[in-house]
Structure formats: C-alpha cells, structure tokens
C-alpha cells in the first residue's frame, strides 16, 4: 500500500473520531439540558447524504463533504440559517428559551471534548509506551549542527551546549529545533561560556526553506566501526568491529561531524587512517568511494554503549498508570501553550510564519509513512488540541463567537438580536471560507511550486 493511501487512511480515521466526539460534546448536554437536537452529522450532507436514520426526534448522518460535521440544535443561529424557525415562538425545547449559563455549557462542550481527548490519549500513550529521549545534560561534547544555514541563523555551532529556552532548562535533545521555533531566547555554553542569543524573527521562515533538514541538532555520534559489508570497498582494509576512527590523513578525529568533511575532500582516494582498537592506536590504509564513504557501518550496538562510554545518555522513563494522569495533563497543557505561541506568530508578518499555515493536506502530512500506532494517536491528539483552539476563537460560525455573544448577554443582561446574529453568522461564514481557500491555497502553491 502506498504512502499516500497510508497517510489519506489515518486522516479520514483520525477527522472522524476528532468530529464525532466534538459533536458528542455539543450533543450531551443539549440533551442533558433538554434541548432538542435535530441532525447530527458526520461531514456536511450538502444536497444529499451518504446515510441517515432518524431515532427519536434526530436524524443522524454520515455526510459526502468532509470539512468538518454538525449538529443542529433547535431554537439556535447556526450554519443552517433557518430562519423560518426562527420567527416563531420560542419553544420551551429550544437553545433559545434556555438560560445563558445552559447555552455557555452547550457551546463550550465541543472544544472542552477536544482538549479532554487530547490529554487523555496522552496519558494513554504514557502508561502504554512510557518516555525515551536523549538527555541534553548527558551530551559529552556538546551538540551536532547537522544544518550550517540553520545554525548561522541561529548564531550556533557545532559543539555548543544548550542551557535554556525561553528561561526554562533544555531537557530533551531532540525537541530542541521544536522549541526553537516557538522561542524567542535561548542560553547557550561555549568554550565554557554562557551566551544568551535571540531566535531571529524570520527563523520559522527561514527552517521553511530547510524543511530537509528541520531536525538540525543531533547528538555528536563517534566514528565507531560496526561492521564492514563483504562488497564494500574496505573489505579486506582490516577493520574490526569496535574500532574507533581517531585520525584521518594526519588530522585528530573523534565524531561524525569531524570525519565528514575529510571523506568529502578526498573522494575516491585511498588515505591514512589510525583507529583505536582495545587501546592500542592501528595504523591502515582505507579506500574512500566517489561519493565519499568508507562502506562500513556504524555506532554500537545498543544505547547503553554509548552511555557507557561517556557520549550521551537516553533517558527512559516508564509510568504507572497515576504517573500516567499528570504526565499526559503536562503533555497536553504544553502542547496547547506551544500551538498558541506559534498562532502568534503566524499574525506577525515579519516573521513568515503565515506563509507555513496549511490546509487538509498539510494535516493529512503530519502522519507516518506507515502504519503506526503510537504516531496516529500522538498525531490525532495533537490535531485534536487545534480544534480546540481554533473552535474557541471568538469568530462568528465557530463556537468561540457563540460564546463570545453569550458572555456578552451574561455580563450585561441584554441578549443580542436574531438579526444581528443572523448577519454576524454569515460574517463568520465568509471569514472561515477565506481561511480555508488561505490555507489550501497555501498547499496547492507548495505543491506546484516547491
């Protein structure tokens, strides 16, 4: 099965639980509070519908347009504007005869869903999988800048050691370039220094254009032979598993980074090597390809070899099932704290951040390759944490404009006109419709362009 297939099938699986379970929050306490509902629907039944039944006084339905779903609770201005309903009386089954603290609840109970959702599929992905991560604290000799565009961005090189982010310790290696990116200072060790530096303004803009290499910092790996293929060039060189490359044509070595360049300049030549083996330096000579690789493989054989040998250390952690509860309240509570640092961003032209905002297609790209479950449900959680956010902003259509309307009937005691929400709803409508053409525009262009 293709990538693509792979990626379309746990989208549409991951939207429809997200919606459901949306509408769900919308649906219960209409119901607990005795309000009708009359449709609830997955997808938006636009002309015609995929499937529907009615049970009881709502019909529920599987829609042919997957932008989202509904539920069209009675007596209420929504995306339906119906307005013949809305003439008449004011029925005692109806969102509009409810109080406001009622209707409050009502509205709030979809992106309330979503974030709830969010943390408890983190708490599962805890107890479940647990936490492994590369300790920042445990690297020997700093960080590897994989990306030098990036780091001269950034004013960083290969070697420094990260203190903080934004005044908070840097734990974890690999979320590094991610908080980055959210940033606006970071601490740095050089040379036994501290340094403090400011995440450029353009930097989001900037990784956009070095997308191949976002994840730019590393772990400083050493040179360690593994093994040595029978077709490769060095088959007979008289490498050995465990050696350790320490000189190159003269020059003193110790990690990828430092080998790198040395394979580059002298491709397709045979040079002088030394590795250490059970602590005695070997002198040979090793065969470089045209494309600048010694054919062997490397590394040890598990990461505790690495701890051992005083390089960088992973970090584990496993949770019972209590651990689990706050660990994934953390998790959920950061994530949502990140995604609005990034909105923010994304509102400042001069960061570029705009130009990354993204459509069904961007989403559909944040899931693997391949089938894999702990990625769907960390990707399904994190896009569930968007809904929420993005349904609780205050625009009219979305069920932050309800309730911004109602917090302004609750504070003072008038409640705006039908008409007025009529107009607003349609307001919202266009609004939401130039955010999605925005959005999948901004796809379509990368798509054609990049």
């Known amino acids: 099965m293709s990538p693509i297939i792979i990626k379309t099938i746990q989208f549409f699986l991951s939207l429809s639980i997200l919606i459901v379970l949306h509408e769900l ?29 009615k049970i009881g ?30 003439a008449e009386e004011p029925k005692e089954w109806e969102f509009r005869s409810k109080p406001a603290w009622q209707r ?6 979809g992106v309330t869903v979503n974030f709830v959702l969010a943390v408890i599929i983190f708490i599962g992905l805890a107890f479940t999988y647990g936490e ?50 959210y940033g606006e200072k970071f601490t740095i060790e050089r040379d036994g220094n501290k340094i403090e530096k400011e995440v450029p303004v353009d930097f989001i803009e900037t990784i956009s254009a070095n997308k191949e290499n976002a994840r730019f910092i590393s772990q400083r790996s050493p040179f360690i032979i593994n093994s040595v293929p029978k077709n490769s060039p060095n088959s007979t060189t008289g490498f050995e598993k465990g050696d350790a490359l320490i000189e190159i044509e003269g020059n003193t070595v110790e990690y990828l980074d430092q ?57 584990t952690l496993n949770y019972t099932f209590l651990e689990s509860i ?51 449900w960390a990707t399904t959680a994190f896009i569930s944490i968007i809904l929420a956010f993005m349904n609780i902003l205050p625009i009219p259509a979305l069920d932050g404009g309800h309730v911004m309307f109602l917090l302004y009937e609750m504070v003072t005691g008038r409640k705006p006109s ?13 609004i939401l419709i130039a955010l999605l053409l925005f959005a999948n525009g901004n796809d379509l262009y990368k798509w054609l362009f990049k």
């Open 25 to 53: 929050g919308h649906f219960i306490p209409a119901k607990y509070f005795k309000t009708r509902v009359e449709k609830f629907y997955l997808f938006f039944d636009v002309k015609f519908a995929l499937f529907k039944k």
């Open 57 to 86: 006084e709502t019909e529920y339905g599987i829609g042919w347009l997957p932008l989202g779903g509904y539920v069209k609770i009675s007596g209420m201005i929504d995306e339906s504007m119906d307005k013949e309903a809305m």
């Open 104 to 109: 409050l609840i009502i509205m709030l109970g």
């Open 132 to 181: 492994q991560y590369i300790s920042n604290d445990g690297l020997k000799d700093g960080v590897w800048v994989t990306d030098t565009n990036l780091g001269d961005a950034l004013g960083i090189k290969t070697g420094d050691r990260f203190v903080a982010i934004d005044g908070k310790e840097v734990e974890n290696l690999q979320t590094i370039p991610y908080e980055l990116v």
């Open 259 to 315: 080998v790198s360049p040395y394979l580059e300049e002298n491709k397709g030549k045979t040079v002088n090597l030394v590795v250490k083996r059970n602590g005695t330096n070997v002198p040979l000579q090793a065969k470089i390809s045209d494309e600048g690789k010694l054919g062997v493989t490397l590394g040890f054989d598990t990461m505790e070899e690495y701890a051992e040998k005083g390089y960088f250390k992973v970090e």
């Open 326 to 376: 706050p660990a994934g309240w953390n998790k959920g509570v950061k994530t949502l704290t990140d995604y609005i640092k990034g909105m923010k961003k994304i509102f400042n032209p001069d960061t570029g951040a705009y130009k990354e905002v993204g459509g069904f297609a961007a989403i559909g790209g944040m899931f693997p390759d391949t089938w894999n479950w702990p990625a769907f």
């Open 418 to 430: 039908d008409k007025f929400l009529e107009y607003a709803q349609i307001t919202g409508f266009f």
